[in-house]
């Protein structure tokens, strides 16, 4: 069995969490953007982009102020 260089786990533990970083991202751009829109008072998951009547979201901020007077 081949011994292992420093380097060479020094390469797979980078490659490890470059992996990682790549297959987190989308869960990390998720819980970013909701919290913009939390702080904006949008729609955590639409954003505001939808009609609000269109919006499948029960606390959509977009629904309450389009019903206010």
Do not use: H, N, Y
Request: charged share 20%; aromatic share 4%; with cysteine.
């Amino acid at each position: 069995m081949p011994t292992w260089t420093l380097d060479q786990i020094a390469g797979l533990v980078f490659g490890g969490l470059m992996l990682l970083a790549v297959l987190s991202a989308r869960q990390v751009d998720q819980s970013v953007a909701r919290a913009q829109r939390r702080q904006l008072g949008l729609c955590e998951e639409c954003g505001g982009v939808f009609d609000p009547k269109s919006c499948q979201i029960k606390d959509c901020p977009s629904k309450k102020a389009s019903q206010a007077p």
